[in-house]
């Protein structure tokens, strides 16, 4: 109470000097004080006395206590007794269910309470000394305790997770809280309704940096009307996920409190709705961890770019996680666990999950165990949390009183009656990839018809193909089940887009093009990558000589017919001939029919990579004579030599790498190579980006163009052009 003033007192003034977060409340202590402040009488259980004096018929008929003088006067002393008082004398002295809910239905008495509460939670000290500091705080005051939606919403959302710790109900409200609050308030509209309440009320309560620090945190945090108003504008524009509009304000702290820019926000829905977006309709973007591809960066973690170019171990992961989630509206935090940390989200449905670790079992976040956090989670998703806390308020307002345990015995009854979903305290999303090696994320192709597309036709003489109009696919199968080819997604801007899966060793798409001469084409391919160094290799055929034949000397156990000589002279990228594992000397030998000019070979061994020496020879008279020989072969492998004339060529291996069991896609000859190039992609941070033109070579009529993805990280890809040189 201020110097002079008189009136009854309940809380004595304990305060914190602290950052405004929600902090434990003082024990509750009743003074009386006398007119003169020299005079203090001895404390006594005034409340206790108020509410034998008007619990009868009287006191229940009498109007609540008027707010607007304590808020003019900024003395919330007297008005905190009134309110206590008032709401004592309403409760009946036996005490039940249906009594209680009768009181609670009540306009008057469910304002009443949340007024005590929150004037006791704010603290007397903290309230004077905010509503002392401008007339822009007396009227945000004026409006927030005349508002109950307003007042309970914040009180719900400042209630703690941990049940025990709302029990106590030893928590409260910090000056600075109220600080951010009435900033935001000042907004245009103020946000005092519907989803631009509960996220000015969270914004409010945890301001954006306060969660907990990671990789990709390294722009300093912007301020809390920044956030709400980022937030607000996201949520308006149809940015965020359906799920936030069923977000309470507690849920959302969990949203408003990232460390990340605004910017990376922008950017990660962005990035997924461009590379991944078959992500958006389950609201699952948490996947995209699976493709963080861990190792030990090289590229600082300056923002979520870098982290999701770079990678990392399980920190960075987790960092990341949380970050998406949080850039779509749903609520996320990090997790601790031994030697490990992951993530914690809210699903769609409302559920809290714990992802890329162990279960809940062996989870610490928000300085609870996860048993407790999802025990205090599955409570405050009941539909009846509003009310036992409202019960626990009114408990609170009975401090001294008999009554005061009838009404706990009533609240405990209440929570304990509203049944909630048992959760699988061991269950975990992705386990399998915690510190794994290889993440193992499937992307399903899209089944129906996609949106149509508006983009501008191609200028003239650019022959312009979409990327799902392939005429062939495939892959080698990945590891951990995936999809072994190339899935079509739904495009987010309409039409349809390719997507080369992350790890696979060789994946590939064809596509029929009618080819109007044989010449040099410039080709540019649309992309979306999020990681540095990748590459596609492009591959034609119709230019070298076509073989009528050809022979092994080993084939892998012995399954000529899918692993034959044959398959390496196909035209097939699908197809391959193969030798047994531990051999390392084979040939591959091809019969071009009669005497043929030759001065060009092309090999493709791609994934598999095993040769470590080889020779290449052709036959002219009566005997092999070597071309070449080396000690690698790889993918898109070409080699010019002097024109020879030969009517039979053969590779031999001589070494294998590991072991062994050379592979061979793909072995040709001729005088004109078949056209190939190798794409860089442009790391344009999951965004749709040009890459640099490359020259190829394609012979004119119908000819198959083939793409390839070896180990790639995920590579989306949307068109790409073609244009004759001197064009």
Not at 37 to 51: Q, W
Not at 77 to 93: D, F, N, T, Y
Not at 145 to 168: F, G, H, N, Q
């Amino acid at each position: 109470m201020r110097n002079g003033a008189s009136g009854i007192g309940t809380i004595s003034a304990l305060t914190d000097a602290g950052t405004g977060s929600i902090l434990d409340d003082p024990p509750s202590e009743v003074i009386l004080m006398h007119p003169s402040p020299a005079v203090r009488l001895l404390a006594i259980p005034v409340v206790a006395v108020l509410c034998s004096w008007l619990s009868g018929p009287i006191a229940a008929a009498e109007a609540p206590p008027d707010v607007r003088a304590a808020i003019d006067n900024a003395d919330f002393e007297p008005l905190l007794g009134q309110l206590s008082a008032w709401l004592c004398g309403r409760v009946p002295a036996a005490a039940t269910e249906e009594s209680l809910r009768t009181l609670l239905d009540d306009p008057a008495f469910g304002l009443a309470i949340a007024q005590r509460q929150f004037i006791a939670k704010a603290g007397l000290p903290e309230l004077t000394a905010f509503s002392e500091g401008a007339k822009a705080h007396r009227e945000f005051l004026g409006w927030l305790l005349s508002d109950r939606d307003a007042l309970e919403e914040m009180l719900l959302a400042a209630t703690p997770v941990k049940i025990v710790a709302r029990e106590e109900n030893r928590w409260r409200i910090g000056r600075e809280v109220l600080g951010r609050w009435r900033a935001i308030d000042g907004t245009t509209p103020p946000p005092r309704k519907g989803v631009p309440l509960r996220l000015a009320i969270a914004t409010a309560l945890r301001p954006p940096g306060t969660g907990s620090p990671g990789s990709g945190q390294k722009h300093p945090p912007t301020g809390p009307v920044e956030r709400f108003e980022y937030f607000r504008d996201a949520h308006a524009a149809g940015e965020l996920f359906p799920s936030f509009d069923r977000l309470t304000a507690w849920d959302m702290q969990y949203v408003v409190n990232s460390g990340a820019s605004e910017a990376d926000l922008t950017w990660g829905r962005q990035m997924v709705r461009t590379w991944m977006p078959n992500l958006l309709d389950s609201e699952r973007v948490v996947e995209t961890t699976s493709q963080v591809w861990r190792r030990n960066s090289p590229i600082p973690h300056v923002d979520y770019k870098a982290v999701l170019d770079g990678g990392g171990k399980c920190g960075p992961r987790s960092s990341w996680s949380v970050f998406i989630c949080q850039a779509f509206g749903v609520p996320a935090c990090g997790v601790g666990q031994p030697a490990h940390a992951c993530v914690a989200f809210r699903d769609k449905t409302g559920i809290w999950q714990v992802a890329y670790g162990r279960g809940w079992n062996a989870s610490h976040l928000e300085g609870m165990s996860g048993p407790e956090f999802v025990a205090g989670t599955l409570s405050r998703s009941k539909a009846e949390f509003p009310t036992v806390e409202r019960l626990r308020w009114l408990a609170g307002a009975l401090a001294n009183d008999e009554r005061q345990a009838a009404v706990m015995a009533v609240t405990r009854g209440v929570d304990q009656a509203a049944a909630s979903a048992p959760i699988d305290l061991d269950a975990s999303g992705r386990a399998d990839e915690a510190d794994a090696d290889r993440p193992t994320l499937t992307v399903p192709a899209t089944k129906g018809d996609a949106k149509p597309e508006t983009a501008a036709p191609p200028p003239a003489g650019v022959i312009r193909v979409a990327a799902a109009d392939f005429a062939a696919q495939g892959g080698v199968h990945a590891f951990g089940g995936q999809y072994p080819g190339v899935p079509v997604i739904d495009s987010h801007g309409g039409g349809r887009q390719i997507m080369f899966q992350a790890l696979m060793p060789t994946s590939w798409v064809g596509y029929d093009i009618d080819v109007p001469t044989s010449g040099d084409y410039r080709l540019t391919v649309k992309t979306a990558a999020v990681n540095s160094g990748q590459t596609l290799f492009v591959r034609s055929f119709g230019s070298l000589a076509k073989p009528v034949g050809a022979t092994v000397s080993n084939v892998f156990h012995g399954m000529e017919k899918d692993l034959g000589a044959q398959m390496a002279i196909d035209g097939d990228p699908g197809t391959r001939w193969a030798a047994n594992e531990g051999v390392d000397q084979c040939t591959l030998e091809i019969n071009l029919g009669s005497p043929t000019k030759i001065s060009t070979c092309m090999i493709d061994e791609r994934a598999f990579n095993r040769v470590s020496k080889y020779m290449v020879e052709y036959r002219a008279d009566g005997e092999w004579k070597t071309l070449f020989e080396g000690d690698n072969i790889g993918i898109g492998f070409a080699k010019d030599f002097a024109p020879v004339t030969a009517s039979r060529v053969r590779l031999q291996t001589l070494d294998c790498r590991e072991r062994g069991g050379p592979t061979i896609w793909e072995f040709g000859v001729g005088a004109m190579r078949d056209g190939q190039a190798f794409i860089e992609v442009p790391c344009g941070n999951g965004l749709w980006t040009e890459s640099e033109p490359v020259t190829i070579r394609l012979a004119g009529g119908r000819r198959r163009i083939w793409f390839f993805a070896p180990f790639q990280r995920g590579v989306a890809m949307k068109s790409f052009d073609l244009v004759p040189v001197g064009n």
